[in-house]
T-cell receptor
Framework: DGGITQSPKYLFRKEGQNVTLSCEQN?????MYWYRQDPGQGLRLIYY???????QKGDIAEGYSVSREKKESFPLTVTSAQKNPTAFYLC?????????????FGEGSWLTVV | GQQLNQSPQSMFIQEGEDVSMNCTSS?????WLWYKQDPGEGPVLLIA?????ELTSNGRLTAQFGITRKDSFLNISASIPSDVGIYFC??????????FGAGTRLTVKP
């Protein structure tokens, strides 16, 4: 089935550790995104990538890093520099272009700092 | 960046009632999308709008792309308990820069 797969669903991190969230899509989408969602709030853009080997910072990129070595994959690393990383993380993808740029989401990953 | 104002923030309605929510922006958008999110899950696309004035339905859901290109609304008719969730609007002011509203939390009482 076509879709966006995020893993793990739940992740616990000790303070000072880096963790990586995986995102894989088989929709043949060029663009991929990472959003952060805090309880009761909307989605905030962390990073996005329009094409392989290229990515741009979103609104809240500090403390995060990404890579885009393959079209299908866009992993997000939450570094120890991110002071408040506990949140729900959503990966998304879309075709680029002026019209029809509909974003589809994965099922999300919960990150908790313990 | 451009932000969307989504209202209302929450709604408590009786089963069978109609629901209306909207999003506005100070900027012109090229695309409006409406999503529903269940707790602990990713948002699921409900309706996508690409042209000013466009009115699109998906079952009991109807959404419109405002003629000024700065707003959109979503209506749900004859609500049922499974309509419970958070509804997000999203707008695209330019390529690959989707902006999201803060969401409308819908509660349906049987």
């Amino acid at each position: 089935d076509g879709g966006i797969t995020q893993s793990p669903k739940y992740l616990f991190r000790k303070e000072g550790q880096n963790v990586t969230l995986s995102c894989e899509q088989n929709l043949n989408h060029d663009a991929m995104y990472w959003y952060r969602q805090d309880p009761g709030q909307g989605l905030r853009l962390i990073y996005y990538s329009q094409i392989v080997n290229d990515f741009q910072k979103g609104d809240i990129a500090e403390g995060y890093s990404v890579s885009r070595e393959k079209k299908e994959s866009f992993p997000l690393t939450v570094t120890s520099a991110q002071k408040n990383p506990t949140a729900f993380y959503l990966c998304a993808s879309s075709f680029p272009g002026f019209l029809g740029n509909t974003i589809y989401f994965g099922e999300g990953s919960w990150l908790t700092v313990v | 960046g451009q932000q969307l104002n989504q209202s209302p923030q929450s709604m408590f309605i009786q089963e069978g009632e109609d629901v209306s929510m909207n999003c506005t922006s100070s900027s012109i958008f090229n695309t409006w999308l409406w999503y529903k999110q269940d707790p602990g899950e990713g948002p699921v696309l409900l309706i996508a709008l690409y042209k000013a004035g466009e009115l699109t339905s998906n079952g009991r859901l109807t959404a419109q792309f405002g003629i000024t290109r700065k707003d959109s609304f979503l209506n749900i008719s004859a609500s049922i308990p499974s309509d419970v969730g958070i509804y997000f609007c999203a707008g695209q002011p330019r390529n690959n820069d989707m902006r999201f509203g803060a969401g409308t939390r819908l509660t349906v009482k049987p």
